[in-house]
Nanobody, 124 residues
Framework: QMQLVESGGGSVQAGGSLRLSCAVS????????MNWYRQSPGKEREFVSL???????RYADFAKGRFTISQDNAKNTVYLQMNSLKPEDTAMYYC??????????????????WGQGTQVIVSS
């Protein structure tokens, strides 16, 4: 059974950096596109970044130039390096499985899974 486990959150001052990790276990052969989302209190969950299995990358406008998504296939881990953090980046950050090109039913069932989240707090 697939599991996504985020880590690396914490409390930093504005201008600081954090690197979030998302360890994927189970169904790793499915090669999902992987997303990072975030949710602040009272706000809807919003897209942060995507890395496709083929390597294409996308960022939300607020993340461009400050955040970098990457993956280590040998470790089945996706990272989000966040630099120049701002108080408005304070949120719970979630890992999420996107699309897969693998047609096996077990892979298709794994689309749209979420991790438990890791909290990021940025103080001014």
């Amino acid at each position: 059974q697939m599991q996504l486990v985020e880590s690396g959150g914490g409390s930093v001052q504005a201008g600081g950096s954090l690197r979030l990790s998302c360890a994927v276990s189970g169904s790793t052969h499915c090669n999902y596109d992987m997303n990072w989302y975030r949710q602040s209190p009272g706000k809807e969950r919003e897209f942060v970044s995507l890395i496709e299995s083929g390597g294409n990358i996308r960022y939300a406008d607020f993340a461009k130039g400050r955040f970098t998504i990457s993956q280590d296939n040998a470790k089945n881990t996706v990272y989000l390096q966040m630099n120049s953090l701002k108080p408005e980046d304070t949120a719970m950050y979630y890992c999420h499985t996107g699309l897969t090109r693998n047609p096996f039913p077990a892979c298709l069932r794994g689309i749209g899974n979420w991790g438990q989240g890791t909290q990021v707090i940025v103080s001014s």
